[in-house]
């Protein structure tokens, strides 16, 4: 972590030679200001607990930035308790008709498919693209088949 120098601004004066202390703090300090440096000023948002995130005004983090611990998990399963049925990123038993089947990773168009139970009766339609998560088998002699998909699009 880069240390936040305080530069005076009698050591700055117009015409005057820059020391090289004063330069070095100069190429130093906004990297202090990222990393949240003690001493150095937070950027815009960055208060109390925020500034263990230290250079992120907007609460947006890259995956480089999370902490492992309970308030990251809490996040995570936070956001995806919000999230409705039939979701981008959410998780479904669906029917696949006899003609259509597939391995893990084979996508269908959810007008294919049908929400199910393992007895595969066959509720709504789904909108979007579904990857195959499970295995739905091409038997002539099954009518529907019945396994899990994620929702891509």
């Known amino acids: 972590m880069a240390a936040w120098t305080e530069i005076l601004d009698s050591n700055l004066e117009p ?3 820059v020391r090289s202390v004063d ?3 100069m190429r130093d300090n906004p990297i202090a200001i990222a990393e949240g440096a ?15 995130n230290a250079g992120v005004f907007d609460g947006t983090l890259g995956a480089e930035k999370f902490q492992s611990g309970a ?4 996040w995570v399963l936070a956001r995806a308790s919000e999230a409705t ?10 029917t696949v008709p006899q003609s259509y089947g597939g391995g893990p990773g084979g996508t269908l ?7 199910s139970n393992v007895a595969a ?3 709504p339609t789904p909108s979007g693209t579904w990857r195959i998560m499970g295995y739905a088998e091409t038997s002539q002699t099954v009518d ?9 699009s």
Request: hydrophobic share 40%; charged share 15%.
């Open 23 to 25: 330069h070095i703090a």
């Open 15 to 17: 015409n005057a030679p």
């Open 109 to 115: 168009a959810g007008s294919l498919l049908r929400y």
């Open 121 to 123: 009766s066959s509720g």
């Open 71 to 74: 308030d990251e998990r809490d």
């Open 85 to 94: 049925a039939g979701a981008v990123g959410t998780y479904a038993f669906l």
């Open 144 to 152: 529907h088949r019945t396994t899990l998909f994620l929702r891509i």
């Open 38 to 52: 003690p001493g150095a000023p937070r950027i815009a948002g960055q208060q109390g607990p925020a500034v263990q």
